[in-house]
């Protein structure tokens, strides 16, 4: 069973930067397609970004060359780094895991992580 526990929400002020990590315990962590989600209050879930297996990443529109999605292999950890944040960017953050190609459909999602702006 794939578990995910995400890390590193806070509450920031307009233009700060914050990173989520996110641990992975999963044996061939390396062929899964990895993304991070967000959901707002009263706000269906979207996909924020997605890594996968080679590194290739994608983005939301509305946070492209504010994040980056990375993803360290030997330590099967996840990360998002956020910078300049915006109080649009206010929602609980999830990591994701799915076996494949990208994008995440159907996957395993953590908890999730608070994030504040």
């Known amino acids: 069973e794939v578990q995910l526990v995400e890390s590193g929400g806070g509450s920031v002020q307009a233009g700060d930067s914050l990173r989520l990590s996110c641990e992975i315990s999963l044996y061939i962590y390396s062929s899964y397609c990895m993304g991070w989600f967000r959901q707002a209050s009263g706000k269906e879930r979207e996909a924020v970004a997605h890594i996968d297996s080679s590194g290739k990443t994608t983005y939301l529109d509305s946070v492209k060359g504010r994040f980056t999605i990375s993803r360290d292999n030997a330590k099967n950890t996840l990360s998002l780094q956020m910078n300049s944040l915006k109080p649009d960017d206010t929602a609980m953050y999830y990591c994701?895991?799915?076996?494949?190609?990208?994008?995440?459909?159907?996957?395993?999602y953590g908890q999730g992580t608070q994030v504040t702006v």
């Open positions: 994701a895991a799915e076996a494949g190609s990208c994008p995440v459909v159907a996957g395993t």
